[in-house]
């Protein structure tokens, strides 16, 4: 038995395995858009290694409802990340590039709340689900 903490704690680390996918052969056959995508997605396993990391460490020591509340709020909390990863990039790119990732920013926030939500309603219900079975020791 785990942790919600510790279950929390491992899920955030999983979506950096997501990008691994457009190396596999049947997919980039198959779904050149799909392994496009995917691989675009390595770009952004940076700013979002370094969110995961201080979300977890920030966890320790956390009652589980502070945690389910991160949880929560997770995608919302990676919006600066990204943002600064692409001003970064722009700003490496030249001093005059920097507004303009003011568009790539206006519709990769939607999207990254969307992707971040689909992500997190499926760990919260396999979380709900495993400590009704006991697979996740209750608060």
């Known amino acids: 038995m785990i942790t919600e903490t510790t279950y929390y704690r491992a899920s955030l680390f999983l979506p950096m395995l997501t990008p691994v996918l457009a190396w596999v052969e049947p997919v980039r056959v198959m779904a050149p858009k799909l ?3 995917l ?3 390595l770009m952004l396993m940076l ?3 370094m969110f995961a990391l201080l979300l977890s460490t920030w966890m320790t020591g956390k009652t589980q409802a502070a945690v389910r ?3 929560y709020y997770a995608p919302v909390l990676l919006i600066p990340f ?7 990039i722009a700003l490496v ?3 005059r590039n920097v507004f303009s ?3 790539t920013l206006l519709w990769l926030t939607p999207i990254t709340l969307i992707i971040g939500y689909c992500y997190v309603l499926p760990v919260v219900l396999i979380r709900v689900v495993a400590s009704r079975a006991r697979f996740i020791a209750p608060a």
Do not use: E, K, N
């Open 93 to 95: 790119a030249g001093p």
């Open 69 to 71: 509340r991160a949880m």
């Open 82 to 88: 990204v943002g600064l990863w692409f001003l970064l």
């Open 101 to 103: 990732v003011i568009p």
């Open 47 to 49: 700013p979002y290694l």
């Open 39 to 41: 691989g675009a997605s």
């Open 35 to 37: 392994a496009m995508t």
